[in-house]
């Protein structure tokens, strides 16, 4: 489920047609993905856990 995620976020939020690049290890796994321009107050928050589609805030700016 946790790739999955990984995978839909990298999905949503990557520019249309761009190359997700997915690489497995024996100790660790990575997710690549580009993105739109991110606002600079969002970067801090990135990595916060947050659960359910109520908090959920696109850090992507327009």
Same mark, same amino acid.
């Given at each position: 489920? !946790?790739? @999955?995620?990984?995978?839909?976020?990298?999905? @949503?939020? %990557?520019?249309?047609? %761009?190359?997700?690049?997915?690489? !497995?290890?024996?100790?660790?796994? %990575?997710?690549? =993905?580009?993105? =739109? =321009?991110?606002?600079?107050? *969002?970067? #801090?928050? !990135? @990595?916060?856990?947050?659960?359910? $589609? $109520? *908090? #959920? #805030?696109?850090?992507?700016? *327009?």
């Amino acid at each position: 489920m !946790l790739i @999955r995620n990984l995978l839909d976020n990298a999905i @949503r939020y %990557s520019p249309e047609h %761009s190359i997700i690049d997915l690489t !497995l290890d024996t100790n660790s796994i %990575s997710i690549t =993905n580009p993105c =739109n =321009n991110i606002v600079l107050e *969002n970067l #801090k928050h !990135l @990595r916060e856990h947050f659960s359910g $589609q $109520q *908090n #959920k #805030k696109a850090v992507v700016a *327009n």
